[in-house]
């Protein structure tokens, strides 16, 4: 009973890390300086990380001793998955009009300042994202409730609160949440499917590894080579 307690307060870790990155960080001038940015960031969210591996430690290895039976087969279907993934957001991006997913530049925008090794390093908080972002929205939002009704109420919202998380990656503009939204979704119905943490996170860490740390890592060997 405690330890369920305890797990309902890791609700609070991303609404903290959000308000730390988005409105406590620039009231100093960090976002202005792109390495202490980055490390200032990558040191939050790797706390976070830190802090919701330990409050569900016991609860990842049961569910690991379940999930990697036919490890082999359970990786290639997720495989699939990731690429159905990449096919709804783009389903989804071309039903909505362009003029709504455009996003305006941000000044203070410095990614393009980072080179290859930072740029690498920048790619870490994708690369941990999904066991935060799993274990509240699939797990507490979604896996903690038995009802069927409630559950399929909470598929919905999760997957909006999950969309809506992104929001900064597209300078405020809530259009550009909304395919977040459908994959947040996508994401809890493969949690249910599986019925295992597991399952959602493996979809979810392909798919950012896929969209960061694969490119990030891809251009720092090929600056390594002068290339």
């Known amino acids: 009973m405690e330890q369920s307690k305890k797990q309902w307060w890791a609700l609070l870790i991303i609404p903290i890390e959000l308000l730390i990155g988005d409105y406590?960080?620039?009231l100093f001038s960090i976002t202005n300086k792109p390495i202490p940015a980055l490390i200032l960031t990558t040191l939050l969210f790797?706390?976070?990380f830190a802090v919701m591996i330990y409050?569900?430690?016991d609860f990842l290895k049961a569910q690991w001793r379940l999930y990697r039976h036919k490890l082999f087969w359970k990786l290639l279907i997720s495989i699939f998955?990731?690429?159905g993934a990449f096919l709804l957001l783009h389903l989804v991006r071309e039903l909505i009009p362009a003029h709504l997913l455009t996003v305006k530049s941000d000044s203070s925008d410095t990614g393009a300042?980072?080179?290859a090794g930072w740029a690498l390093l920048a790619a870490v908080i994708p690369f941990i994202a999904p066991f935060a972002e799993e274990l509240t929205f699939r797990y507490l939002l979604l896996g903690k409730f038995t009802s069927r009704a409630v559950r399929g109420v909470m598929l919905i919202v999760q997957g909006i609160l999950f969309g809506l998380i992104h929001i900064s990656n597209f300078n405020g503009n809530i259009y550009g949440t909304i395919p977040y939204m459908?994959?947040?979704i996508y994401f809890g119905v493969i949690y249910l499917v599986f019925n295992n943490i597991w399952g959602s996170i493996m979809v979810h860490w392909m798919f950012n590894s896929m969209n960061s740390i694969f490119p990030a890592l891809l251009l720092f060997i090929l600056s390594f080579f002068g290339v």
């Open 46 to 48: 790797g706390t976070g």
């Open 55 to 57: 409050i569900f430690k």
């Open 113 to 115: 300042q980072l080179s």
């Open 24 to 26: 406590i960080f620039p």
């Open 81 to 83: 998955l990731v690429a």
């Open 182 to 184: 459908v994959i947040g």
